[in-house]
């Protein structure tokens, strides 16, 4: 059983120092592999938190360049946080998200899709999910395909205000509690850009595995550490955030989907296709010019020209053993 915040193994009491109010933490082993052996600091704790706005936890957002400290694990290769802010903020932090990256999210969903839909075409059509579905942009590309019913289980409001009318229909506000689904129900698990807020990715892959039918599929997206752009900006990437508490690799994300059951996992790279003004947002310069940038280019009417890179994310695939 999961929910997207879940258990923990301690709880400590940290003051950081004195211009910070005493903060709950927890602490953690490996949430991969389960190893309780720490690596080498792959990047330490730099928290400004008294700076971080509504925005700290929303998705697609400027980034902070803030990240709680981050260990390798010798045994997975994942990096993870093994000290937490207590999970009641961390869940009220996304209830509370803003959001104002509809374009940005539809843009997202449409790539996904393109990534994902040749290796999805044999799969029979049936009941479909998506945790950490935001407005509901990829839950449309599914419908349209075929599955059916569409389900979309999202924390934040502001997101779900933000959907379509006919995205409404099929998204559910709240975070994902596996004993609310049926057993062997559904065809298709989709979680994207999501695992690295999970205190526990573990249980969510291996809720998935229990709700899925034989022979059904998992599809997710991370960010890949190990990808050429992200080894190359190092502590200025984009994922060195705040809101991630582990980062996988192509190993990592196997070990994961491995240790749940899954066969036949497949790695793929991911172009992803946004808004210009959104890549600028990912860039390591300050905010203010940034803006700057942004609001001259959409005075060029430019901001919301499309580009295609890869920026160092993966698609990965996994089935559920058995018939379905
Ligand atoms: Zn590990």
Request: hydrophobic share 45%; charged share 20%; with cysteine.
């Amino acid at each position: 059983m999961a929910s997207v915040g879940v258990t923990n193994t301690g709880v400590t009491q940290l003051r950081a120092d004195d211009r910070r109010p005493v903060e709950k933490t927890i602490s953690r082993t490996c949430p991969v592999c389960r190893s309780a052996e720490q690596g080498p600091i792959f990047v330490e704790r730099s928290t400004h938190l008294r700076a971080l706005d509504g925005y700290a936890y929303a998705s697609r957002k400027n980034p902070e360049f803030m990240s709680l400290r981050l260990v390798n694990c010798p045994s997975c290769k994942v990096v993870y946080a093994p000290e937490l802010p207590n999970p009641d903020d961390i869940k009220r932090g996304y209830a509370d998200a803003e959001f104002d990256t509809a374009l940005e999210a539809a843009a997202a969903a449409r790539s996904y899709w393109d990534a994902l839909s040749s290796a999805l075409e044999d799969l029979p059509r049936g009941p479909a999910i998506e945790v950490g579905s935001g407005t509901g942009a990829f839950l449309e590309h599914l419908a349209a395909a075929g599955f059916s019913p569409v389900i979309g289980v999202e924390p934040s409001a502001t997101a779900i205000a933000a959907a379509t009318p006919h995205a409404k229909t099929m998204l559910c506000l709240g975070t994902f509690e596996e004993t609310e689904w049926p057993l062997d129900h559904f065809r298709l698990f989709a979680c994207f850009q999501t695992l690295e807020h999970l205190i526990e990715p573990f249980e969510l892959v291996a809720s998935a595995f229990r709700l899925l039918r034989p022979g059904a599929r998992i599809a997710l997206v991370t960010h890949d550490r190990m990808a050429w752009i992200n080894r190359r900006l190092g502590r200025r990437s984009p994922i060195i955030d705040i809101e991630h508490l582990q980062l996988f690799c192509p190993r990592s994300i196997c070990t994961l989907l491995d240790r749940a059951g899954f066969a036949d996992v497949k790695v793929l790279p991911l172009r992803n296709t946004y808004p210009l003004r959104y890549w600028i947002r990912l860039l390591p310069l300050p905010r203010a010019l940034k803006n700057t940038i942004i609001a001259g280019l959409s005075g060029l009417t430019l901001d919301r020209v499309r580009v295609t890179l890869a920026v160092g994310n993966m698609v990965v695939l996994a089935r559920k053993p058995g018939a379905g």
